[in-house]
């Protein structure tokens, strides 16, 4: 992506009570694009979108909107007249329906002739053409929250700021909204960041995806790089690899590693794709879906790995199960209610665990020997 | 209970013939703490901003002053006010005192605490992002004061209510900063205790009562404001 730069920081730093809770030393965002900041609670993940949007003064360091500086409280007023932000509460105002959507208009200094066909319009895109009239006391969570992205979009705002604004739905709810957000940011063109705590379905709305972790950006990276190629165990852990293993490389030929792994019998060797020395200790990560589980070693399938193991625990996750084996190491993988029933899956059942060389990956390769 | 019966008798009298004096006592009342009131609103509600909006050393502190005083005792209040108001007092050049200024000043200290430390909790009861989200709106900070206060409505206009309560009712400052002079400073709760400690128990009995309609008037004027546009 070779666009613009719409808001670049630099040296952000942010001080709660002396407390240093954010710690950005540099970010961009660039036009059109979604990033999605994602991090466990407490991550910093609301104190940067704060920063960002321009409701949190910056202890040190500087931002900057087009080019433009934002210095001054008169600054940062000036570019929140040109984005907004979505919050996790909908934080509607005690009126109509369409008075919330028109709020920022009016505050903005539309006439009423501006706003009212504005307010048609992007009341009836989400879906809300029936309710205009409502007191916003009467909704449901999820109607109160599409006011609130009506409320939102109806500025055209240059940039906007999503601070998890799904957390608090049910699940249902929850995957309707994320799918009509996607597509009104792919329809407007809107650039946008979003806070996410979690994996969920809301960072695959993401071009690019931040890790955080204790007001640090640990990773910043396309959403497939960064998923797929954590570079650091924390990362790995919140992109959704469950295993992490360490190994020594044996041989590295052609792109195609062979490993033998640190914990476990010593005959437990795994082939993984990657580049690294021989004799070098490796990172690396197996996403529990790419786990596949049978009764015995088959010889006729793809998989590169397979270890014989038991079963420790069975977790169930909504629509499948996370299974925890002992192969002489970790490892996790998930099954459906059938191969559940199937491989009659309970804690002390043997079982083979397979995934192919592809489905690993190596997270790591510096800084391993000294810390073992 | 023929005591009763003769006073409300001659208490409807009263009214409905238009007694002048009457009138000119129940009209003194009103104007004495409507202004009061709206003095303490303006003074009371920009404190409860201030405390609401900002964060500064002693803020605790002045917050339990604030509710401290929100149970001052009006005769505390009058003495207060007397002493500032003397001739040689701080403020005796001001030559307000036994005039309706000085109720109005000292029913304005009585209230502002009210409407201070009932807005204060008003505000604060508002979702804490609901500030951040205004903002994020493009509002400028009074659009965003504006906006608070409105939200706020409901529990603020019952702080009004309260504070009016408070100072339509009282009588200890009213006596000791007005004297209850005929014709000047005569208010309605200071003229009750007058007639009722002369035995006029009918002329005392009708004051009490347009004393009740007005606190009745003018909180339902506030009730409807508070509830207008409210279906549940």
Not at chain 1, 15 to 41: C, F, I, T
Not at chain 1, 232 to 259: I, N, R
Not at chain 2, 129 to 143: C, D, E, V, Y
Not at chain 2, 208 to 228: C, D, E, K, P, W
Request: aromatic share 6%; proline share 5%.
């Amino acid at each position: 992506m070779s666009r613009e730069t719409l808001l670049q920081v630099r040296n952000l730093a942010l001080d709660r009570g002396g407390v240093p809770v954010l710690d950005v030393p540099e970010l961009d965002l660039r036009a059109g694009e979604v990033l999605a900041l994602m991090g466990p609670n407490g991550a910093g993940k609301s104190s940067l979108m704060l920063s960002l949007a321009g409701l949190f003064a910056p202890t040190h360091g500087e931002l900057s909107f087009k080019g433009t500086p934002l210095r001054s409280r008169a600054d940062r007023e000036a570019f929140r007249r040109r984005t907004t932000m979505v919050f996790q509460d909908p934080l509607l105002f005690d009126a109509t329906v369409a008075q919330n959507i028109e709020s920022g208009l009016k505050l903005r200094g539309l006439s009423a002739a501006e706003r009212a066909p504005r307010v048609q319009d992007w009341a009836q895109r989400l879906g809300l053409g029936a309710l205009l009239q409502r007191p916003a006391h009467q909704l449901s969570g999820g109607e109160a929250q599409r006011t609130a992205l009506a409320r939102a979009f109806v500025l055209q705002p240059e940039l906007l700021f999503l601070d998890e604004p799904f957390s608090s739905l049910d699940s249902q709810t929850r995957e309707d909204l994320i799918e009509d957000l996607g597509r009104l940011l792919a329809e407007t063109g809107t650039s946008a960041v979003l806070a996410t705590h979690d994996q969920s379905k809301a960072a695959r709305l993401a071009h690019r995806l931040a890790v955080m972790k204790e007001g640090r950006i640990l990773q910043l990276g396309g959403l497939r790089e960064v998923m797929n190629h954590p570079e650091d165990p924390f990362v790995a852990t919140f992109v959704g690899m469950e295993t992490l293993l360490k190994g020594q490389v044996l041989s590295c030929q052609d792109g195609l590693l062979s490993l033998r792994l640190r914990k476990g019998p010593a005959d437990r060797e795994l082939v993984a794709i990657g580049e690294a020395q021989p004799g070098q200790t490796v990172l690396i990560g197996v996403r529990p879906e790419h786990v596949a589980l049978s009764l015995q070693t088959d010889n006729t399938s793809s998989a590169r790995n397979a270890f014989p193991g038991a079963v420790t625990k069975v977790i169930p996750r909504g629509p499948f199960s996370k299974i925890e084996l002992d192969c002489g190491f970790f490892l996790a993988a998930y099954v459906t209610p059938q191969s559940l029933s199937e491989l009659d899956l309970r804690p002390g059942r043997a079982i083979v665990a397979a995934f192919k060389a592809t489905a690993v990956h190596v997270i790591r390769t510096e800084g391993l020997d000294t810390e073992l | 209970m023929d005591l009763i019966w003769e006073g409300l008798r001659k208490a409807l009298e009263l009214l409905l013939r238009l007694d002048p004096e009457v009138l000119r006592i129940t009209w003194l009342s009103l104007k004495v703490s409507g202004i009061a009131t709206l003095i303490s609103v303006v003074l009371g509600l920009g404190l409860a901003v201030l405390m609401a909006l900002n964060e500064f050393p002693g803020k605790r502190l002045v917050i339990a002053l604030v509710n401290t005083g929100m149970g001052l005792p009006p005769v505390v209040v009058g003495l207060f006010v007397t002493v500032f108001l003397w001739r040689n007092g701080p403020l005796g050049f001001l030559g307000i005192l036994y005039t309706p200024a000085a109720i109005i000043l000292a029913q304005a200290v009585i209230a502002t605490p009210i409407i201070a430390g009932l807005g204060l909790a008003a505000l604060q009861h508002l979702p804490p992002g609901l500030r951040l989200q205004i903002l994020s709106l493009g509002a400028t900070r009074p659009q965003m004061v504006w906006l608070l206060l409105k939200e706020a409505r409901l529990p603020l206009l019952a702080a009004v209510m309260a504070g009016f309560g408070g100072v339509i009712s009282e009588v200890g400052a009213s006596i000791m900063v007005g004297g209850n002079l005929k014709g000047s400073t005569r208010v309605l709760t200071t003229a009750t205790v007058m007639e009722t400690s002369r035995g006029n128990f009918d002329v005392a009995f009708a004051l009490s009562f347009i004393l009740l309609i007005l606190a009745f008037g003018v909180n339902a004027l506030l009730t409807h404001l508070q509830q207008r546009g409210r279906r549940s």
